[in-house]
């Protein structure tokens, strides 16, 4: 009987390893079919519409008429007519919107790192209502922007708003400010209404670093008696660095093609008007096709050389990590 | 208790009173506001006096809010159901096959959930167009789509990597078809993961604003953020915050609720999205 065994069994393993890669075959044909639906859809409303952008950035296009689009080069980029430079690098509206867009990215994710590390602090400590706080802190990142845009709108009204209220009676303005239409002011209540609507979402990234950190070094500093400020500093916050730059880079990046709360909390004014704003506006509002998705171009290029060298960055501390 | 401990004590609470309060207020005054009409709005008040809803009223008298909302709920739901179907199909493949390009693919993916909207915006346009979907709920679904889609892979395939191995090679063995496992094996284990970035891609399309602003054109078509955005007075200064603030009410209260219901699968589901992605 062994030897019966032993002999069906070169033939029972062989037609298991048949049956095997039949099975890989077939499971690699259906992996294809599978993500066949996907990749179409993902080439039709990504791929597709942004090697379109692109292409027409190089072309004369107009909103009423697209079909008599010409190719053009690099005109919408930066030409020389009679002497006269002319195109997006030499538009001072453009700069304009760059220099606002960096303005506001750079204040808002600032902001937002320290505010969202003191609010994962006090979440991951341990006290009798904890939840119910970090609920209220979600509420803010539940409300669309727009919502958020109008609601702030309101607040920060120059006649009526609950805010000018406030700080005139705690006498720290004497008369009402204008914030979303005075040049000073208008650009810091775009960056406070973001600061509000994103810090949960930076808190919640921080936290669950927070918790994941090991807190045998934290008894040893408490039995140390080491001032907690300074543990923070010395301890907390190396070891979460990694998971704060994927924070602060998400954000950055999201800050980068802010359109939305600028269009409706001040209007695009010139003051305020982003990077998106511009592009929209060359688009939509002056129907030159060519020039918005130039300047669409040239945004989309910024981020890509940011993701890169995050990923890049990001990718030897891995390689670092692993190598220690 | 000792002094120093104390005023830690109150410290600390204060700054947790001070988080709710900063996190909570703007919606509670936009609340207070929407109950208030007439001179009454005009006046700062931090508690409520009376209840007036002539507010909530007028949103749906003097526009088609309720088309609106409507509409909102069209293309959320539409961009969910598409969204997660392909997204677990794509998931099977990308998390439980391994083949040549799968890790390129993937980054690929992750390429383009990083895509500026403005940067496929005139070409959307040109597609949307060119289809025929100019001012219409599909035009809108399809665009929404960049935004869902790949997300709602990345996350469906981090979930669905890490079920084990040895439930669908039992399918398998059995002589299911790979469209049978999904279904039958992985579809009923996936419901938390499908509830979690279900609720994402609600919420990115509900709160959608540049593609809905951008591709559509009558009052009949537009969604609820676009609506709200575009809500004027008799005068381009005479802004009708009381209806403003009802509408904004209106469509973020169910979304408090639900975020609220959901809290913990959220968090769970934005902070996988983020560190793993």
Redesign the interface.
């Known amino acids: 009987m062994v030897s019966f065994a032993a002999a069906l069994s070169p033939i029972f393993w062989g037609d298991q390893m048949v049956h095997q890669s039949e099975l890989t075959r077939a499971r690699l044909r259906s992996a294809w079919i599978f993500l066949a639906p996907m990749l179409i859809v993902l080439a039709l409303v990504a791929a597709w519409p942004l090697l379109r952008t692109i292409y027409l950035g190089f072309t004369d296009a107009n909103l009423s008429d697209p079909s008599k689009a010409q190719f053009i080069g690099f005109d919408n980029f930066l030409a020389k007519y009679e002497g006269e430079w002319s195109g997006l690098l030499v538009d001072p509206q453009w700069w304009n919107a760059v220099w606002n867009t960096v303005w506001f990215t750079v204040r808002s994710v600032t902001i937002e790192t320290v505010l969202g590390t003191i609010v994962a602090l006090v979440l991951n400590a341990n006290f009798p209502g904890r939840s119910i706080v970090r609920a209220a802190v979600l509420v803010p990142w539940a409300i669309p922007t727009i919502v958020s845009a109008k609601m702030w709108g309101w607040m920060l009204h120059d006649q009526f708003g609950v805010l000018n209220t406030i700080l005139q009676n705690l006498h720290i303005i004497s008369a009402p400010v204008a914030w979303t239409a005075n040049a000073d002011t208008a650009m810091w209540a775009v960056v406070i209404v973001d600061v509000w609507k994103t810090t949960p979402f930076m808190a919640l990234l921080i936290l669950a670093a927070l918790q994941m950190l090991p807190s045998d070094c934290y008894e040893a500093a408490k039995v140390d008696g080491i001032n907690p400020i300074k543990v923070f500093f010395k301890v907390t916050l190396p070891l979460i660095r990694p998971a704060l730059l994927v924070a602060v880079i998400f954000r950055a990046l999201d800050s980068l093609r802010i359109f939305d709360l600028i269009y409706v909390l001040t209007s695009n004014s010139r003051d305020t008007i982003s990077m998106s704003g511009y592009a929209r506006q060359q688009l939509v509002d002056f129907q030159e096709v060519g020039i918005g998705s130039a300047a669409a171009t040239l945004l989309f290029i910024v981020i890509a050389i940011i993701t890169v060298l995050a990923l890049t960055v990001g990718k030897v501390r891995l390689a670092e990590d692993t190598a220690r | 208790m000792n002094p120093l401990k104390l005023l830690k004590a109150i410290g ?1 609470w204060l ?2 009173v001070v ?2 309060v ?3 207020f ?2 509670y ?2 609340i207070l ?1 929407s109950m208030r009409s007439g001179s009454a ?2 006046q ?1 008040v ?1 508690l409520p006096e009376h209840f007036d809803f002539s507010n909530y009223i007028a949103v749906f008298a003097e526009q088609p809010f309720a088309r609106n909302i409507l509409n909102s709920v069209i293309v959320a739901v539409s961009v969910v159901a ?1 969204s997660l179907f ?2 677990v ?2 998931a ?3 998390g439980r ?1 391994s ?1 040549r390009g799968r890790g390129a ?1 993937l980054l690929m ?1 992750l ?2 959930s ?14 949307i167009r060119r289809l025929g979907l100019y001012n219409s709920l599909p035009g809108l679904i ?2 929404n ?2 935004l869902t ?2 997300f709602t ?1 990345w996350v469906l395939t981090t979930f669905m990597r890490e079920l084990p191995k040895e439930l669908e090679e039992a399918a ?1 063995v059995d002589g299911a ?3 049978i496992v ?1 279904r039958r094996v992985f579809l009923p284990l996936m419901w938390p993961a499908l509830v979690t970035t279900g609720l994402l891609a609600f ?1 990115a399309a ?2 959608e ?2 593609f809905a ?2 591709f559509t054109l009558s009052n009949e078509q537009r969604t ?3 609506a ?2 575009l809500i004027t007075g008799a005068s381009q200064h005479e802004l009708p ?1 009381g209806n ?2 009802a509408a ?1 009410v209106i ?2 209260l169910p ?2 609720v ?3 219901i959901f ?1 913990r699968k ?2 769970a589901g ?2 996988a999205g ?2 793993k992605g």
């Open positions: 600390f700054l947790v988080i709710v900063y996190a909570v703007p919606f005054y936009a506001s709005l005009f700062v931090l598409v392909l997204g199909t794509a099977y493949a990308l096959v083949f693919l993916i390429a383009v990083m895509f500026p909207q403005v940067a496929v915006l005139s070409g959307m346009f040109e597609l399809l665009a789509l960049i889609l790949p892979v398998f078809s790979p469209w999904v919420i509900w709160n604003f540049l602003l951008t609820v953020p676009v709200i955005a915050w403003i603030m904004s469509v973020t979304l408090v639900l975020v609220l809290q959220i968090v934005l902070t983020a560190v």
